[in-house]
Every structure is written in structure tokens, then in C-alpha cells.
């Protein structure tokens, strides 16, 4: 799939699977590829540059916890501005995703 | 944590980002997902050079990976931050020791002590060794700056009659040979300050035992919230002084 599409929605992507439950920076990475059918692919290391600028903007909030086989994760957890932030985003892609249908689907062209 | 194969790489990621304090945690986080990949490689059963090649392969070009965190880690606002955490922890550490330990004092001092039981040459004689005079004593250990040295405020003293006792040190900077006149007077220049009445020192004394030196206000109403020391800067009045 064409890069160029990932950036315009990787912030909704990743906040809304965030907001479902604490994730770590590979479970999000995981749980992008089996729920997208592994349409979206990320660059494992590009994700955190995105879940820091996050954090900074107050959207997560960040915990380490260590699991029982000692492994140490760091967990990103969605706020309330967040969630905010995942309305609108959503009502954004909504927006996109009219508009593209709209000049997909018209046939009759006013302007000629 | 161990040193592993993976070190290099984060360390490529790290020499990017000026601001340290958080390099701490941004190894702990990447490197806890190089390890999760590396893991998903060897289940798959791999060779452990080529894992280790999948896995960096996979992450992305460090540098590139750091420079875009050292954009969010900007070190002017994580400074500015630090900044503003000690500042307002010191504010705090002073403000308890100037008000809070007051009441302590307060409640504590009156009872034990009277203007008849200070003795200027008993108290310094006493000064540490006598429990009642330690109950009401305390350091404050405030430092104010001159031009040329630096006094130390450093106990208060408080009786039943509203006295209070302030015990300061002068450190004259660069006077080996004494040249500067020993008795400067802070007497003048510091006013104690309660609620709204304003109280100059009534007398001060000067002591051999350790250079220390005492003002005295009169008076001073024991009910009070809020207890200021202020002091004018001398610097100027002192050289009219030695001239």
C-alpha cells in the first residue's frame, strides 16, 4: 500500500486502538497488522516517535510495568484530551471518506 | 541491564537526543521491543546473526528514529521544566522552615524561657549544650549576600515576652588582614516585620566566642501567622563608611 496514505491516518489508527485498552509499542504494532489484514505495515521504529509527540501533547499518558516473565513494557494509556482528540479525528476521516466517494461515484460533471 | 547486540543500535538512537534525562527511559522502551521481535524471529527458528540483522532491519534507520525524538524531546523545555521543579520545591523547603517551624517554636519556646534567663555570655556559652535552649533555638541557616562577604542568619530565639533573638555570622570574602571595619550593623538595615508593624532591633551585641553577633526586638506580639526578616542592601552606605 501506497506510504502516503499511512500518515494521513496513523494518528487515528493508533489512538483508536489505544483507547480500547493500555497498549506497549509492539502490541500496537502487532494488533495494526492482524486487524488491518497486514495492509498496514508500520516501520516498527516510526511508531514511537508518534506515541512521544503524543505523550508531549497530553493525549497518553505512560507506565512501566514489568510482566511476570520479567519483561519490562512500557504501556501508553489514553486520556480524556485523547479521547477528544480521537472524536475529532474520527469525524475528519468521516469527512475524507465522503468526499473521496463523492467524486469517485459522480458521474455527471458540472464543471466542463 | 545487560549489554547485548542490540547496544550499538541504541546507542545510535540515544546520540541523537540532547536531552539526556530521558535516555534512561527511552532505552528501556526500545530495547524491550527489540527484544520482543527478536524473540518472534527465534521462535521461527532462526540464525542468531541473521535475527539480529531481521530485527534492526525491521526497527528502521536509528538516526533517523532518534532525530525525530530529540525534535519532541526538546531540551529547552525539559530544562525549563527541571528548572521550575527545583525552584518551586526550594520555595516550598523554605516556606515550611520560615512559617511552619515557627508554630513549632511558638508553642514550644514560651514556655521555657523569660528575658531574665537570657544571658548573652551564658547563652553562647550554652549555645548547643542546654536542652531548654535547644527547644526554642533554631537554625535557619539564611544566607544573605553582600557585596563584599556574606552574613548567615543562623538561629532564632524566641521568650515569653516577645523577644527575639537573632544569632548572625558575618564571612568577610578576601580580608585576610582585617582592614574592613568588623562592626558593620546590620542593626539598622534589618527590620522584622509582623502582620503590619514593623520592628527595628533594639541592640546588638558583639561577641568574641566565633565572631557571632546578636540583634534584639522588643516586644514582639507572640500571636502571629507570619514572621518576615527584611534587609536593605548595603553596599553603598558601607563605602561611605570606610571613606
Redesign the interface.
Known sequence: MDKNYIGVGSNLLILSLISRKDM???EIIKNLELLSENVFQF????L??IL??FE?LGYVKSY?KTAENN????YYQITKVGLKQLEDEKAQWEIFKASVHRVLDTHHYEFE | MNSNEFDDYIKNVLNQIAFVFEHK??K???M??L???RDEYAEQGLENLEITQRVIE?????I??GK??N???HPIIGWLWWISRIVVVTMLIYCILFVGSKFVTHQLANRFVSDQDFDINQFMWGLGDSERIALLNQDLALTINLNDGILLIDRLIQTQEGTIILLYQENHSFDIFQLKDRTFNLRTYAQLHVGDEIFVAQSDGLLTYDHWRILIYKNVPLEYSQLELKYKQVSETFEKVLR
Request: hydrophobic fraction near 25%; proline fraction near 5%; charge should be neutral.
Open positions: 506497549y509499542g509492539y516501520k516498527e521504529g516510526t514511537y516517535p512521544h509527540r508531549n512501566f519483561k519490562e513494557r512500557k | 527511559k527511552i528501556r522502551e526500545l524491550s521491543h527484544l520482543d521481535l525491521d526497527m528502521g534507520d536509528p533517523a528514529i525525530e525524538l525534535q519532541i524531546h
